[in-house]
């Protein structure tokens, strides 16, 4: 399956990839289904399930107000966040949703949208079923759909497999893994964000694909923007502060110069920034996932603010080489936080910074693969267990410290020549065995870990 620098960074809403970006695209495919097979005037009432982590945790992550909008005909990279609340509260005073924005139809909520706690499919955590019916209450079609992390979305096939459509466009330099990357880089004598590029040139011009890249870059920067402008309480009930507006406020106001790790605090302030405008259900690039969506923008930022030399050229050699380092993640182990835990979404995140880091501060492929490798070695185990099923605790901060993380990963890569004992592979494949045989309840449920420890009765 061929994966492309755009499937990996692409933009959404928040507060999770999985669990808002993936059951909105899921919703909205449905009901695309029922147009293009002819069905979408013969239905009367869709009904909606949510299964696995989905329904565990899916109020405190937005995932029904997500599969009301995907009905609709929203989008995530369209959809304006603004207006999101409004559109909604419409819907459900009138029990009523438009399919597509084309064909209305009746919509109780409590019965028709229902989010299992327990209930899991068998073929991946985040589950979905959709079920569509006529007047007379026949059924008229039925779809199910996983949410597999980073906002993608595959389907079930009708012998109960996982039907993914694959993107079959051949590419220059095909790769899956670090070794196979390492070997392209040296015998073709280029960098990993040349071949990462090169292979772009499949679907895009070069003029296409640099445009592209800077509008994710434009994005990321105005998400850091309006996470320190905006000030207040996240929603959801845990009455969590914004932090960023504060902390931007004192570190512009301090005058000393001198703190030799004062660069951490503007790291942390990106993060910080960003993952709360997540949190608050606004506008994000899904880098790979929203609920590690703070790490690239983070280390991006301290590159164009600290790095001498930095320029637009280095920004987007940045967000290739990420990119060619998640695709190696995506194709041998998931980045989805129901399936392997946050390791797999804050530990890939941390694991692309840092590779991206190291090669735009001039480090050769090996030091690059070393650098993501020690990104990943270290955030091995890593649960996921947020506090009330928010996107918040210990989510936030945990991008923040993962975004200092990176930055050291790439350092330490830089101080040695790019050989070591553990490679990326070998990490990779430790990290999707490792989240194969972490328990249920530390992934994605909110029902171990900081989610029933700090919430006690």
């Known amino acids: ?253 301090e005058h000393d110069t001198t703190d030799p790790l004062r660069g951490m605090d503007w790291i942390t302030l990106y993060a910080l920034a960003v993952n709360e405008e997540n949190a608050a259900g606004g506008r994000v690039v899904t880098a790979p996932t929203n609920g590690a969506a703070g790490i690239i923008p983070a280390v991006l930022h301290y590159y164009v603010n600290y790095v001498k030399g930095a320029d637009e050229d280095g920004v987007i050699r940045f967000l290739l080489t990420a990119a060619a380092i998640g695709v190696i993640y995506k194709e041998n182990a998931s980045i989805s936080g129901a399936e392997v835990g946050c390791q797999g979404e804050v530990g890939s995140a941390c694991s692309m910074a840092a590779g991206a880091m190291a090669a735009v501060m001039g480090g050769s492929p090996r030091q690059v693969e070393n650098a993501a490798e020690i990104g990943m070695e270290h955030n091995l185990g890593l649960t996921c267990d947020p506090v009330g099923g928010l996107v918040q605790i210990p989510c936030i901060e945990r991008n923040a410290i993962a975004s200092v993380k990176a930055i050291t990963a790439a350092r330490t890569a830089l101080r040695g020549d790019g050989s070591h004992v553990v490679s990326l592979d070998k990490v990779v494949k430790t990290m999707r065995e490792t989240g194969r045989d972490m328990k249920v309840k530390y992934k994605e449920t909110a029902r171990g870990g900081l989610a029933v420890n700090v919430i006690e009765c």
């Open 1 to 253: 399956m061929a994966l492309s620098v755009f499937d990996l960074f692409s933009i959404g809403i928040g507060p999770s990839s999985s669990h808002t970006v993936g059951p909105m695209r899921a919703a909205v495919q449905f009901a695309e289904s029922l147009r293009d097979d002819g069905a979408l005037d013969r239905t009367a009432r869709v009904h909606a399930q949510l299964f696995g982590s989905l329904g565990a945790t899916g109020h405190g992550h937005g995932s029904d107000k997500a599969v009301l909008l995907g009905l609709s005909g929203e989008r995530p990279e369209l959809c304006d966040p603004r207006a999101v609340a409004g559109t909604l509260s419409a819907m459900r005073d009138a029990k009523r949703l438009s399919l597509l924005g084309e064909h209305d139809i009746a919509f109780d909520e409590d019965t028709d949208l229902v989010l299992h706690r327990r209930k899991t499919l068998p073929l991946h955590p985040n589950g979905m079923t959709f079920t569509a019916y006529d007047e007379a209450g026949d059924q008229v079609a039925e779809h199910t759909y996983y949410s597999v992390g980073g906002g993608f979305v595959v389907g079930e096939g009708a012998d109960g497999s996982t039907r993914i459509v694959e993107d079959t466009t051949p590419v220059r330099h095909p790769f899956t893994t670090g070794d196979q990357l390492l070997a392209l880089c040296e015998a073709e004598g280029k960098s990993i964000a040349r071949i990462m590029l090169e292979n772009e040139l499949s679907w895009r011009t070069e003029d296409e694909v640099r445009a592209g890249l800077l509008d994710i870059w434009r994005v990321m920067q105005q998400c850091v923007d309006n996470g320190i402008r905006t000030e207040g309480v996240l929603p959801g009930g845990l009455k969590v502060k914004r932090r960023a507006p504060q902390l931007a406020a004192r570190l512009a106001a």
